[in-house]
């Protein structure tokens, strides 16, 4: 006969564990303690077996019934209740331990074995920090709603391109955990469109020769600091991103044979770059490796030589020397160069791209274009030098045109 409630409310324990049946499997269990624990036999595979559903009152009748109705449905589709038990609590355990923070961390730990730079590794770790919301979510577990609000608390601070880039960062890791089987979408994908499309932003650069020379002749009375100085003034002449400049080292450094030779990981596009140094970038060096030399970084930071000059270092220096935000910047050094060696007609475009290392599509032809333009990219760095010494002096250059 079923169990009803009252039933159940006035059963009291015997002198040995005793079962009351309430049909299709289920019944109840009463230990010598008082405890009345419910059990769904069943038979699987030519095996009895017993599935424990809780203990009474904690799970009512009602509730132990749905519970055994769950199991039979697993029975009828070919599965073991107990087995189906254990890989749920497998799996809620795993998905526990699989917390956003702990994949983003282990994507990020896979990209620098893969050789990514220290600076895009830095970038990556902020994004991180800037989803703290979601940190202890079970990576399985995120919605595309609970992304979108911790991205909405970025956008509620103005910074629409962070946010951006949050999202892209998100997606990655979560694309990471699909391929590692944590995880079983991409939420973040569903989301394009709901951020505010931040303008694009151009790095602020001096395109004008007479600004040029005067910015150049500013950088040379800069009272600040000798070493944020002498970073002010390479920069131009180099063309490289403000990141690799001030994380080099002077093992990288050939002085006698006046090449810089920066490994993949520090480089954005993760392959070596070779830099051509002009007589007046040799100068520059001479003064700080009595500064800095001869190991360890060659911009050092102001507090301790054992960390690179900081990335803000060098645009603070041009705030202070009365250049706003809008008018220069140290990555907008690379586009003063770009766009004079370009409108000079004097360098083919595939020398100036390879000497502003960006990157080449096919890794073929950019192991071959590396060779074939090494001398006309010294020549063509020397020329920049002496050109940038003209624009110092206030020598009257004429617009550039390639006609000229």
């Not at 970025?154 to 590692?180: D, H, L, M, P, W």
Request: glycine fraction near 6%; aromatic fraction near 8%.
């Amino acid at each position: 006969m079923a169990l009803t409630d009252m039933k159940i409310r006035n059963i009291r324990p015997a002198d040995k564990v005793t079962q009351h049946t309430d049909g299709r499997g289920l019944y109840l269990e009463v230990q010598l303690s008082g405890s009345k624990l419910w059990r769904y036999k069943y038979r699987y595979m030519g095996k009895q077996k017993r599935l424990a559903l809780g203990r009474y009152p904690d799970v009512s009748l009602a509730e132990a019934r749905k519970r055994r109705d769950d199991a039979r449905s697993k029975l009828d589709a070919g599965r073991d209740p107990l087995v189906e038990r254990k890989r749920e609590k497998l799996v809620a355990a795993f998905s526990a331990a699989n917390t956003f923070a702990e994949i983003a961390r282990e994507y990020i730990d896979k990209r620098v074995a893969e050789g990514q730079s220290q600076a895009t590794t830095q970038k990556a770790n902020w994004l991180l920090e800037q989803l703290k919301p979601i940190w202890t979510f079970p990576v399985a577990d995120i919605k595309p709603v609970d992304l979108l609000a911790a991205l909405k608390r970025i956008e509620a601070q103005g910074k629409y391109e962070t946010a951006r880039r949050c999202r892209s960062f998100a997606g990655r890791v979560f694309r990471y955990a699909v391929a590692t089987g944590r995880g079983e979408q991409d939420p973040s994908a569903i989301l394009r469109g709901a951020l505010v499309v931040p303008k694009v932003k151009h790095h602020a650069a001096i395109l004008d020769p007479k600004e040029m020379g005067e910015l150049l002749r500013a950088m040379d009375a800069y009272t600040g600091h000798a070493i944020t100085r002498l970073a002010m003034q390479v920069s131009p002449h180099v063309m490289a991103r403000p990141s690799e400049l001030r994380m080099a080292e002077w093992s990288e450094f050939d002085l006698d044979n006046a090449v810089w030779k920066i490994p993949a990981e520090r480089m954005k596009m993760r392959r070596p770059h070779e830099v051509p140094l002009s007589r007046q970038v040799l100068a520059y060096l001479q003064d700080l490796f009595a500064l800095t030399g001869p190991d360890g970084f060659v911009f050092p930071a102001f507090h301790t030589w054992r960390r690179p000059m900081s990335e803000n270092t060098v645009n603070q220096a041009f705030r202070r020397m009365g250049y706003a935000t809008g008018e220069v910047t140290a990555h907008g050094l690379r586009t003063t160069a770009s766009t004079f060696l370009n409108e000079s007609g004097k360098w083919s475009p595939d020398a100036i791209e390879r000497s502003l290392a960006h990157a080449d599509a096919n890794s073929v032809r950019a192991v071959y274009n590396r060779g074939r333009y090494w001398d006309e990219r010294v020549a063509m760095h020397q020329w920049w030098s002496d050109h940038l010494d003209m624009l110092r002096d206030g020598a009257e250059i004429m617009p550039i045109s390639r006609s000229a």
